[in-house]
């Protein structure tokens, strides 16, 4: 009895191994997209991450409008350009457009998230940032 147990506990053990694996291959491989720039910002003493598009037509980013595109709850960035085709929008309408990324994959609400994650700040900050760097149309 206890032989079977065993082998039924090594047996489960190697099927979770299996789906954890496959779980990682599926958001490395379908979420993917090489057109991303994956970028880090300090906001509030925290490192955020965003992922950032910049579409090739039209030469350059001068005066062109920014557009901030907010993952769902346990989603991310990569996943957001995937499921609303922004970044593919972006390159023909001549935009760009950042995925800024919640802590945790979830921004802070007053039903999820951190009381103490300032997230209505940092996309400012973001935005702001962006509009700086990349000479983006403010308005």
């Known amino acids: 009895m206890k032989k ?7 047996v489960l053990a190697g099927l979770m191994t299996g789906v954890v694996f ?9 979420f993917r997209d090489a057109r991303l720039e994956t970028h880090s910002f300090s906001h509030d003493g925290r490192d955020r991450t ?3 598009y910049v579409p090739t037509a039209n030469g350059g980013t001068e005066g062109k409008p920014l557009v901030v ?3 769902r709850f346990a989603e991310t960035g990569k996943r957001m350009s995937k499921l609303t085709g922004f970044t593919d929008l972006a390159e023909e309408a001549g935009f760009v457009v950042v995925y800024p990324e919640g802590i945790g994959r979830r921004w802070n609400t007053r039903m ?8 209505v700040g940092y996309i400012k900050a973001l935005t702001a940032h962006l509009v700086e760097t990349y000479g983006l149309d403010a308005s």
Do not use: C, P, Q
Request: no cysteine.
């Open 4 to 10: 079977y147990v065993v082998r039924g506990a090594v």
């Open 22 to 30: 496959a779980v990682v291959v599926y958001e490395w491989a379908s």
């Open 50 to 52: 965003f992922h950032l």
């Open 69 to 71: 595109a907010l993952h």
């Open 112 to 119: 999820f998230g951190s009381e103490t994650v300032d997230d």
